[in-house]
């Protein structure tokens, strides 16, 4: 149980151009999602918190009109990344969070999708 | 502030056991997760720990000290497909992960 799919798993676009990233829980609701951004090399860095029904809370220094979070239903967000230029590449890696018990690990543990790494040229 | 530190990269012999240390800061606490990332991969969760002591899985172990804000994660019988990063995250009392920039761990022949 407790799977997290992520859809594309890899995209190549062109400057100026808008990419859409989908995150489904599968198996279980996930009231609460998250978007990460990792660099080579690099550790997690995350960008938002999404929660079903609301808005999305961004971290700091994180553009909201760049990157548009929408959480519409209890198992699927999506993030946008807008206008995108080459130095938003990076592997974007999305978690659900499963606050009852999806399975045997403990309550609030995050599972992640595969990731999408981005590649804008 | 809120601090997640561990070494940066870390090498052992196929075989054998190592061991990787984590402090931790956190606004509140609600456990210290450690997760395994293998390059160009999404995270898998390893293990949580939440009171004091050791919790044991298969080949991989994790203890948690809160007094100390200290944990590690021991790994025994060392398999090259464990040449990973591996993440020390902990929770703080908003249910936020607070993650440490990983070890990359290095197993050689």
């Known amino acids: 149980g407790a799977v997290v799919s992520q859809h594309p798993s890899r995209v190549i676009c062109k400057s100026g151009t808008s990419v859409k990233i989908e995150c489904r829980s599968l198996d279980f609701q996930a009231t609460t999602m998250f978007w990460y951004r990792q660099f080579p090399k690099k550790s997690l860095m995350l960008m938002a918190t999404s929660n079903e029904g609301s808005k999305a809370t961004y971290e700091q220094g994180v553009e909201k009109d760049k990157f548009l979070i929408n959480h519409a239903s209890l198992t699927l967000s999506t993030l946008t990344v807008t206008s995108a230029h080459p130095e938003d590449s990076s592997f974007y890696i999305c978690?659900?969070?499963?606050?009852?018990?999806?399975?045997?690990?403990?309550?609030?543990?995050?599972?992640f999708g595969p990731g999408t790494r981005l590649t804008v040229l | 502030g809120q601090n997640i530190d561990q070494p940066t990269e870390m090498t052992a012999t196929e075989g054998a056991i190592v061991q990787i240390n984590c402090t931790y800061q956190?606004?509140?606490?609600?456990?210290l997760f450690w997760y395994q990332q293998h390059a160009g991969e999404a995270p898998t969760f390893l293990s949580y720990?939440?009171l004091d002591g050791l919790e044991e899985k298969g080949r991989f172990s994790s203890f948690l000290s809160r007094s100390k804000g200290y944990s590690y994660l021991l790994l025994k019988e060392l398999q090259m497909k464990d040449s990973a990063s591996y993440l020390c995250a902990g929770m703080d009392s908003n249910y936020q992960l607070i993650w440490g920039a990983g070890t990359k761990l290095i197993i050689k022949p």
């Open positions: 978690s659900a969070r499963d606050g009852g018990v999806a399975g045997p690990l403990p309550a609030d543990t995050q599972y």
């Open positions: 956190t606004s509140g606490f609600n456990g």
């Open positions: 720990n939440v």
